[in-house]
């Protein structure tokens, strides 16, 4: 069964320090691994999607990389409106649905 | 950019009640998932439909039922309600032959009293 885990659950930051956050997934056949953001109350937001070992994605201060095993969120010189939670997902070969990890809660501190 | 549309937003609702969830896909996608996220816990898969048809199936409850129209809107259908049953309930959408990502609305957060 695939299964999704995400480290660490909670890490806190002061503004401007780089850190990341870790995605290993167990998938036989991915089709996707899916990065979102997630406000309290709110609809996860799309970041990035990877499809293949190796592959890697960048916007603004975040970078998503991909290896056979894992995915890194790669997070540079934080701001706090970087708070939130942010999910992993994976998508298996033959089936529609995302498969989803715990998350990793992000709070930065000015 | 036009994104999903889900309503309502909120609902409040008694045990054994029932409830309906509309979901409107961002124009031109054709697939549509729904999602169950309780308190502190990662969204769970529930249904998905393609052109109207289920295409996947995940921990929903028989009292739950969901269709797809063909504006390719989706209503979740949610009977005899129970406490548990309170939980953001999420709808994504993505064009089939595109790429990969679902993208989500902004939930419909069901209370059950």
């Known amino acids: 069964e695939d299964q999704v885990t995400q480290s660490p659950e909670a890490l806190r930051l002061q503004e401007g320090e780089s850190s990341s956050l870790n995605c290993s997934y167990t998938v036989s056949g991915l089709r996707g691994l899916f990065w979102y953001r997630q406000d309290p109350g709110k609809g996860p937001e799309f970041l990035f999607t990877?499809?293949?070992a190796g592959e890697e994605k960048e916007k603004e201060r975040l970078k998503a990389t991909l290896t056979k095993k894992e995915s890194f969120l790669h997070i540079t010189a934080p701001k706090p409106e970087d708070s939130a939670t942010y999910l992993c997902a994976v998508r298996q070969t033959g089936f529609q649905k995302l498969v989803f990890g715990t998350g990793t809660r992000l709070l930065v501190s000015p | 950019a036009a994104g999903v549309i889900q309503s309502p937003r909120h609902l409040i609702k008694e045990k054994r009640e029932t409830a309906t969830l509309k979901c409107y896909p961002i124009?031109?996608?054709?697939?549509v998932y729904w999602y169950q996220q309780g308190p502190g816990q990662d969204p769970q898969f529930l249904i998905s439909?393609?052109?109207?048809?289920?295409?996947d199936k995940g921990s929903i409850p028989d009292r739950f039922s969901a269709q797809q129209f063909s504006d390719y809107h989706s209503e979740l259908n949610m009977s005899s309600l129970e406490l548990g049953d309170s939980a953001l309930y999420f709808c994504a959408s993505r064009f089939r032959t595109g790429e990969e990502t679902q993208y989500f609305g902004p939930g419909t957060r069901l209370l059950v009293l």
């Open positions: 990877l499809y293949s």
């Open positions: 124009p031109r996608h054709d697939t």
């Open positions: 439909f393609y052109e109207k048809m289920q295409s």
